[in-house]
């Protein structure tokens, strides 16, 4: 199927009247048209008219007609209208003629493709015939004409909308054929229905593909079903080469289908999270590839024959349908030995790839892996989609522009035949716009020029602010694109956006500020103003808290609340309320609540590591064994590493799995002699064991990013120097690109009731 924009006139929007070659809708503020809908219009078809009446009205205050189309049968028009230079504006299968079918049907068979064919007569009544291959379709080609009359929807609601005001409404003759380029346009977030249609999102639905439906099955009953790992059965994953589970997958496919006869596909794979099977006859289906962004065997062979086999056992009844499969984690890569059905349909969600770049920009190696897998899989597959992710994952909603990103790859994947999107996104308004509005302009038309797309949204959102603003979106969108910071995660945010591009940013905004004060563009300049307090705010933060300054830290994170609450209250929501808040909580705000409860009241600070430690990784673990937490040896390679300002990526460590060794020693004054001293630790990724002076002082316990602490009063030797080792196991998280210590370490001391 051919997929592409064809505009066969390019339009010239004329709001005069007076421009030859151009169609009167309302002159004015008097009615010349009229929609015409079937007789029997479908809901789409009936939408279609109410939203070009509507838009229509709130323009220009005139009210339009909408009638069902007779003509012939003895249907007037309006007698108020006359019948010169007057517009039928006829919608859907009344306006479908076979001409106007032939004429899209040349360009692509996408039931979401339009016609609008204007034609003027200016001594007589002139047409508008906007035909789409289906009703939604021709809700579509409304939208399209609402867009060269110049409206615009950047985001839901009053605040995303743009209606310009104008008594005369007129379009430019043409014969516009619009195929979209992408057969499936999905943002996988909650967000206004209408929209979302409005950005002429739809297609089909790439269905979930996590976990493999065996129907009930108890592990204690039947452990063998499930996945062995170390010697023992868990239910992390399926043993999928045991032909029970297939048996019953098989089964169950056959009942979904049964039960969903129009879906096309079922979603099928492994669990998210790892607990592979690796019983003999599981290993056996591996084809001994191995995933080196995920540190484990490639799981794509054994999976593959497992779908191969699936859709063998159904072909009896369900002989067309397909399995839906995510290409993730360490099922990633291609499979090596067996050869896939070709009613597997993968689609791509690259979470171990950096998540800042797209895959051409030359600052990621990383990222450019992607379009191997992208062409790996295209070539032996015929239906492939993506369903990445548009935003900065584990990320409470910091300013994130990915246009740089998308503008490059969205092209690439038409260029790589993908056919579809269902794109892993939050609807956090204030820190995703533009990037969410170009996204759905691409996935409609990957050519589209994305600078006039951006200069076009300054322009209408923010009026007078236009120059200043899109002075900021290209400042906040070129920090990241610059920065050879990877992964996506907050800790390397006070490097992408340092304090140079800080204050400019703040310029732009203040100027912008200035020039829409008293105006109704006041309050979208206040959103983005929101947005980059929320990231200065944050930025303050990091930097107190490494200088063990908890008291102004928490000041920091008070207002972050704040502005969080403030995003909370607008409509749409300019922050989604759960990852704003949930991430902070879960990456931040402990550190930060826990840090100054240890400084204040009762408690004293006594001494804080420095931000740099010895560091050695232990890939066998062997550490332990060999002493590397004794005193005594001093020798062993060390090298140095930083801890609470530099994530693991950002110094060369970006994929390491397993164990490392941190050293560092620190006098405690005589003086906390006798006191009760802790030792604490603001947050590490994953493990930490703990020695001082070569005495196990404890392990933490085990949850990544949350703070802990030991107390190590009789281990301390007072008014003398003391060693600390640090043995940390990073085995699981790897997409943020953090390990080891990530926040600062300190004693401090509990006054004594
Ligand atoms: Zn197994
Ligand atoms: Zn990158």
New binding site residues.
Partial sequence: MKTSIILISIFLLCTSGFCAKTVLLVENGNAKSVILIPAQAHEDEQFAAKELAEHIEKMSGCKIDVVKETLGKGWQINPGLGNKGVCYIFLGTCAMTPEIEKAIRSSGDDPASFMIKAESNPSGISNIRIAGLSPEGTLFGVYELLEQMGVRWYMPGDIGTVIPEKKTIAVSEQNTIQVPSFHARHLQMAVDRTWYRRMRLGGPYFPSAHGINIGKADINKEPELFALVNGKRQQSQLCISNPEVLARAIKETKNYFRKNPAAPWIGMGPNDGAGFCECENCRALDGGDFDDFENEVSMTDRYIWFFNRVLEGIADEFPGKKIGFYCYSCYMKPPVKVKPDPKIVPAFAPIS?????GMS?P??P??SYYRKIMEAWGKILPETYERGYFFNLADPGFPFSKVHAIRDEIPVAKELGIRGWRVETIPHWASMTPTIYIATKLFWNHTSDVDALIHDFAKNFFGPAAVEMEKYIVLMDSALRDA?????CSHDLPFIYNPSIMKTADQYLKKAESLTKGTKYAEKVAIFRLSYDYLASFLSMLENRNRFDFVSAKKDLERIQEIQQKAFQYEPKMFAQGPATSYMKRFFSPCIEQGFERITGKNVFVAGLPDEWDFLIDPVSIGEEIGYYTTGKIGGNWTKIKTKTLSWSDQGLRYYKGDAWYRNSIVIPEKFKDKKVFLWFGGVDELAKVWLNGKLVGTSPGKAFVPFEFDVSEFIHYGKENLIAVKVTNKKLNELGTGGITAPVMFYMQEKN
Wanted: proline letters at 0%; hydrophobic letters at 20%.
């Fill in positions: 790839l950096c998540r800042i770049h920009n600052i990621c990383e990222r050879d910071y990877h992964t996506g």
